[in-house]
């Protein structure tokens, strides 16, 4: 059963940092391409980042890049959001998601088959 579960989200000042985690079951994270996005009420789901399982790289949305990092741990099935100076326009429920296929590149947000729960980043003085 493919499960991801979020974790490391709350409540942070702005130019603060968190470390987002996500732990994923079921399957062996290194086949896959897997995403952060977050949704803040009001708004579409967007895309923050994602880490390419075919290549090695990782993509960033332009609002987050240069801030944020994405990092996996495939042997221990994990991968991490590293958000620093973070911003009140940062707050939302970050999801991390994986491709439905194998050996995915990242592609777009429909391609994301599987989510977590999500998990809450406030960011507020």
């Known amino acids: 059963q493919v499960q991801l579960v979020e974790s490391g989200g709350g409540l942070v000042q702005p130019g603060g940092s968190l470390r987002l985690s996500c732990a994923a079951s079921?399957?062996?994270?290194?086949?896959?391409?897997i995403g952060w996005f977050r949704q803040a009420p009001g708004k579409e789901r967007e895309g923050v980042s994602c880490?390419?399982?075919?290549?090695?790289?990782?993509y960033y949305s332009d609002s987050v890049k240069g801030r944020f990092t994405i990092s996996r741990d495939n042997a221990k099935n994990m991968v991490y959001l590293q958000m620093n100076s973070l911003k009140p326009e940062d707050t939302a429920v970050y999801y991390c998601?994986?491709?439905?296929?194998?050996?995915?590149?990242?592609?777009?947000?429909?391609?994301?088959?599987?989510w977590g729960q999500g998990t809450q980043v406030t960011v507020s003085s």
């Open positions: 998601a994986v491709d439905r296929a194998v050996a995915a590149m990242c592609r777009t947000k429909g391609d994301f088959g599987f």
């Open positions: 079921g399957f062996r994270l290194g086949y896959y391409a």
């Open positions: 880490s390419s399982s075919v290549d090695e790289s990782a």
